[in-house]
């Protein structure tokens, strides 16, 4: 029988091993968008209800779990969306919806946070739960600006006093645990510039606004301009996904328009850059005859690790795996809106290592994205132990 909290949580997670991978088979089997993640919602809510666990459905989407009494209140979150990403693996378990997969391992995050739930539960009847304990499982982080907001309007953090997540990391090998206290990813927003102009023939430039001459600017200027406008340190990205106008070689059009995304390390300067776009798409087309209209979205501000929050982390690591299972990991360019959160409570985020020892390292947002399904246990244990390390803790 288990005589510490620790090997109580190891036994109770390996106990439900079995479980655990074939609940993030079937979850990668049938990925929901979104804001559309019933059933995978429904699964989750059903099995931690039946551990003891009091649940609350969120409108639209999601829902919060609770166990215990009184006390301090931590919270972890998980997030379950899926993406319009065809699956292009081979294995039993691909994806059975057309053009939508777990390519961002999200399926991980939704059933390590249910084994967490499973082992914290056993923790909690055998009375070594020094608190309160909060499960947020949250729709839709793959789009701006995020579920978390929602979660966060719905009250889920309300008395919370620290928050924990998870993110699998594919470049980083199973049985290890990436923590980084500080900036751990950047801030993510989406811009659109759609351009309007007379129109006219290719032979004749002079006597219409060049459209398309004038889109190619905004592609390669705007951020040579954001170079010498902001602080370079603040690491700003602005990185084009879709350029789009004309259907003839010989025809100038009348409309076009640009979409990407703006990556900004620093949340300061992050804070500051809208305005600065705006003026410099103006003046960027205003030499060519085209008006301009700008669409900004602001999307998420960078994911930063509370130092004493990490340093929990960075403990429950040690328990679950030892000294040698730490790893540094670099600040990221990606965005996660779990930074919303981070803006209300303090907390962290922990990168879970996904790539099988010698193996393939597959790039997050691909159709081919693949786990090593020994992270799942890795996930559960060292979530609960972060939970009852923040509990206890003085």
């Given amino acids: 029988m288990p005589t510490s909290t620790s090997q109580l949580i190891e036994a109770v997670v390996d106990k439900y091993d079995d479980e655990l991978v074939e609940l993030r088979r ?5 990925p929901e968008l979104a804001w559309s993640e019933s059933r995978t919602g429904d699964i989750a809510a059903q099995r931690v209800e039946q551990a003891g666990w009091r649940v609350t459905r969120m409108p639209r989407s999601g829902f919060v779990a609770e166990l215990g009494e009184g006390g301090r209140v931590v919270a972890v979150r998980a997030d379950m969306d899926a993406l319009p990403i065809p699956d292009r693996t081979e294995d039993p ?3 059975a919806v057309p053009d939508i997969a777990h390519a961002c391992g ?4 939704v059933t390590a946070l249910i084994g967490a739930a ?3 539960a056993e923790v909690h009847e055998r009375g070594e739960l020094p608190g309160t304990v909060r499960l947020l499982f949250q729709p839709a982080e793959e789009v701006m600006p995020g579920g978390a907001k929602h979660l966060i309007a719905q009250g889920a953090l309300d008395g919370v006093e620290r928050v924990f997540a998870l993110h699998c990391d ?4 199973v049985g290890k645990v990436g923590l980084r206290a500080g900036a751990l990813t950047s801030a993510a927003d989406r811009i659109e510039v759609w351009l309007e102009g007379t129109g006219g023939h290719t032979s004749r430039p002079h006597l219409t606004g060049d459209l398309t001459f004038a889109l190619a600017k905004v592609t390669s200027e705007l951020p040579a301009v954001l170079s010498r406008r902001m602080d370079p340190r603040s690491g700003v990205s602005v990185v084009w996904g879709i350029v789009r106008a004309g259907a003839a070689s010989n025809v100038i059009p009348v409309s076009g328009m640009v979409a990407g995304t703006v990556r900004i390390l620093d949340a300061v300067a992050w804070a500051g850059c809208e305005p600065i776009i705006r003026e410099a798409v103006l003046d960027i087309v205003r030499p060519y005859g085209v008006t301009a209209t700008i669409d900004y979205l602001q999307g998420v501000p960078p994911v930063v690790n509370d130092p004493g929050c990490n340093a929990v982390l960075a403990a429950a690591v040690l328990r679950v795996l030892g000294v040698k299972g730490q790893v540094s990991v670099p600040q990221s360019l990606g965005g996660e809106d ?13 990168r879970l290592g996904t790539r099988t020892p010698g193996g393939a390292t ?3 947002h691909q159709g081919d994205f693949r786990v090593d399904e020994r992270a799942i246990g890795v996930g559960a244990r060292v979530q609960a132990e972060a939970v009852v390390g923040a509990l206890s803790a003085p």
């Fill in 26 to 30: 079937d979850f990668h089997r049938h």
């Fill in 93 to 95: 378990w691909r994806s």
């Fill in 106 to 109: 999200h399926d991980v995050h």
């Fill in 118 to 120: 499973l082992a914290l």
């Fill in 170 to 173: 594919p470049a980083v090998d």
């Fill in 338 to 350: 779990f930074g919303w959160m981070l803006d209300q409570v303090p907390g962290a985020m922990f």
């Fill in 362 to 364: 597959y790039d997050l």
